[in-house]
């Protein structure tokens, strides 16, 4: 759903239909859907809102609501739809991050299936007409964003100081909206001058993701400096390239004999082919 | 939708805004969005619960200017939830559930039409709206998870309800109207079954909200909806 970090270092598996997140589990296999994986992982007796109150527990299923209507979609048109972003920045990042050969097709998928959702849940007018999606959406989405820092206010948490299921929600529709260098950044800058919000985040970020030194959401080219990485990094990148020096001369050599160009000649020496059979009893056929 | 009806009728009636309801079989057709209802003051017409809450500020007439910045951030999640869960499960109940959208929904919506034109444009509308369901993620739903679903809104106003009489405490704010159209559309239309009705039927401080507001801006007025028919005999002793 909506914007993913990169993985460093992703196994070439299938994954469900070309889903992502993907949670690869012991008992159920491999779950795709954010809710079932959070049911899962409360079956594992992982809960985050253990001590919220039914107030607090009221406000979140609230604020989750909020989220997904009006701050979501807008950003799947941010990273996905527009034009400019998703050419230059979400494709490509995805593209340098997934591996062979799911990179290929991957982020087209994804881009073809995020633009049908939007163009369901908002109508070809809002689709055709930039300006109406602008000074609407955009609007709704910039004054939900001023709605959560007003509710964070200077707490380090929504609900006080241990983190909540809200707080990972916020988070992961925050974080790569304020970390991505995207070119058509409108959303971005209302995001950068609410500063408690940007806090929020670094926070988490420092808390909950340190191995990830520098800036973990920027891509794979700087990630791959990190020490420690690069090791880990080679045997992929060196079966990568082998993988694809492999494909690249078996389709050319299978284009080269499918054509003609190139075909194999059976050798005089050893047992003898069938062509210079052929040519023997042509001859004896024409002397007879 | 009825339930919008009642909401920015509620919305109206607690801004104490004289008011006249005209139902016209062509509104859906001259609302500026398509979507009813709307209202008309002067040459200006505007619809939707949010544009017409815009409108009526405009004029100097609101019901939230006394919520702090917290508070209005609270309201507007609610009042999400309350479209994200309570306007999608009333719509799929109409729309996605075969038996309602034969019996019920097909006959009423295409009412003020001639045949074949009545099945024409609810068969269209039916489209629309599964349409819109499958983009969102409800169409894979069963009856019983959206049922689910408005328990679980139903509990989250519940408790952010509490005991008191509106959910910003003493004064009604757009959460309030959003609620009440809502919960008496629910609790007040007819359908195959209960079961929706029953959910709302489980909170009786939601029940009683509803109730209170009827009674404080409804009563007298002859609208065609009926009284909240809930099975209690306390009706006389929430006056107050």
């Known amino acids: ?288 | 939708m009825y339930s919008d009806g009642i909401t920015d009728l509620a919305f109206l009636q607690m801004c104490n805004l004289p008011i006249r309801v005209i139902c016209r079989a062509n509104a859906e057709y001259m609302s500026p969005s398509g979507k009813v209802p709307f209202i008309h003051v002067g040459n200006q017409v505007v619809s939707e619960l949010g544009p017409i809450v815009q409108f009526v500020k405009a004029k100097g007439h609101s019901l939230s200017d006394g919520l702090d910045e917290v508070q209005k951030a609270e309201m507007k999640a609610y009042m999400e939830l309350v479209n994200n869960m309570l306007l999608t499960a009333e719509l799929y109940l109409q729309w996605c559930d075969d038996v309602t959208v034969e019996e019920i929904t097909h006959p009423r919506y295409g009412s003020p039409y001639p045949w074949p034109l009545n099945r024409i444009l609810s068969y269209q509308k039916q489209w629309e709206v599964r349409r819109k369901m499958k983009a969102i993620g409800w169409a894979g739903k069963t009856l019983e998870q959206v049922l689910e679903d408005v328990d679980q809104c139903c509990q989250a106003l519940s408790q952010r309800l509490g005991t008191q009489p509106y959910f910003f405490n003493k004064q009604p704010t757009e959460l309030d109207a959003l609620v009440f159209g809502h919960l008496f559309t629910i609790l007040t239309t007819q359908l195959i079954t209960d079961e929706l009705s029953e959910k709302v039927k489980n909170y009786s401080n939601l029940t009683a909200f509803c109730r209170r507001i009827e009674q404080q801006y409804f009563e007298g007025h002859d609208k065609d909806s009926c009284t909240v028919s809930v099975q209690s005999s306390k009706k006389s002793s929430l006056l107050k």
Not at chain 1, 22 to 38: N, Y
Not at chain 1, 65 to 73: D, N, R
Not at chain 1, 185 to 208: E, F, P, R, W
Request: glycine share 6%; charged share 25%; aromatic share 8%.
């Open chain 1, 1 to 288: 759903m909506g914007v993913h970090p990169p993985f460093h270092d992703c196994s070439p598996l299938p994954l469900p239909a070309g889903h992502l997140p993907a949670l690869r589990t012991q008992d159920e296999g491999t779950i795709s859907k954010p809710q079932q994986i959070i049911t899962h992982l409360r079956k594992q007796k992982y809960n985050a809102d253990y001590d919220l109150s039914a107030t607090q527990s009221a406000d979140t299923l609230a604020f989750v609501s909020l989220l997904e209507e009006k701050l979501l979609p807008v950003l799947i048109h941010t990273f996905w739809v527009d034009a400019k972003n998703y050419v230059e920045h979400t494709r490509k990042w995805y593209a340098e991050t997934i591996p062979f050969p799911l990179n290929f097709f991957l982020p087209n998928a994804m881009h073809k299936r995020h633009l049908e959702r939007l163009q369901l849940m908002w109508g070809d007018d809002y689709m055709e007409d930039e300006e109406k999606l602008e000074k609407e959406l955009y609007r709704e989405a910039r004054e939900c964003l001023t709605l959560l820092s007003q509710r964070l206010g200077s707490q380090k948490f929504f609900f006080g100081d241990s983190p909540a299921s809200l707080d990972a929600l916020v988070f992961s529709r925050l974080a790569p909206l304020l970390k991505a260098k995207l070119p058509n950044g409108k959303l971005q800058q209302h995001l950068k001058s609410l500063q408690n919000l940007c806090n929020y985040c670094t926070s988490i970020l420092s808390l909950y993701f340190p191995w990830d030194r520098g800036d973990p959401l920027t891509g794979a080219p700087r990630a791959a400096g990190t020490d420690g990485s690069e090791a880990e990094e080679d045997p992929h990148k060196r079966r990568k390239q082998l993988l694809s020096v492999l494909v690249g001369l078996a389709a050319m050599l299978g284009y080269a004999f499918l054509s003609g160009i190139v075909s194999i000649q059976r050798g005089s020496v050893g047992p003898a082919g069938r062509q210079p059979v052929t040519l023997e009893e042509e001859e004896e056929e024409e002397e007879e």
